[in-house]
């Protein structure tokens, strides 16, 4: 299958943006999934503004905010009761981590249900772990750092950072605007990936 991608150049220039700051999600319970963000994946509470007049908690960790809303309307979903099935092109949160293999072995010692994956192309491997919050929002903690990234476009706007685990900071890299096949294949496998 070959797949034509057109370049489109738009007269409108880019937002001023700089990196994601937080995702929001309606939960039944605030805080039995804060202590889901805090145990399993390390995030902190932090303070919200105390204009809001509605139950719910922030976190912060890894650059990223949680933030938890209660919505007590989900109570009318049984996603507790029927778990989804854990699957790797539903909606999800990505975050990179150090090893996959000891991601594995905590959430087997936590006794929590998770679906693991291997992406491959041109011999570079990234791991994939998929389990659910109780929500049933999907979580996937990958290396995806091994994905190089390869901008389609010529034009190549990417602003990346890295970070140097040696320092604990964040690196600002330029944009590697090299052959988009890799990214492509990539996208192919991804798109049939299924399980």
Request: aromatic fraction near 10%.
């Amino acid at each position: 299958m070959i797949v034509d991608i057109e370049e489109v150049m738009s007269s409108y220039q880019a937002l001023p943006l700089l990196s994601l700051n937080h995702v929001s999600l309606l939960v039944r319970d605030v805080w039995n999934s804060v202590r889901f963000y805090e145990d399993v994946l390390g995030f902190c509470l932090v303070k919200r503004p105390s204009s809001f007049n509605f139950h719910g908690a922030w976190l912060y960790n890894y650059g990223v905010g949680i933030h938890l809303l209660e919505n007590v309307a989900m109570e009318d979903y049984d996603a507790i009761n029927e778990p989804r099935p854990i699957n790797p092109k539903d909606n999800h949160i990505s975050f990179q981590c150090t090893d996959v293999e000891v991601v594995k072995r905590r959430l087997e010692e936590m006794g929590m249900r998770y679906v693991s994956a291997v992406v491959e192309d041109n011999g570079i491997k990234v791991d994939q772990v998929f389990f659910h919050d109780p929500d049933g929002y999907m979580i996937e903690i990958c290396n995806c750092e091994n994905i190089p990234l390869l901008p389609i476009s010529s034009t190549c706007p990417l602003k990346l950072h890295n970070i140097d685990t040696s320092h604990n900071k964040f690196t600002a890299t330029s944009c590697g605007c090299e052959t988009a096949e890799m990214m492509e294949s990539l996208s192919k496998d991804m798109l049939n990936f299924s399980f």
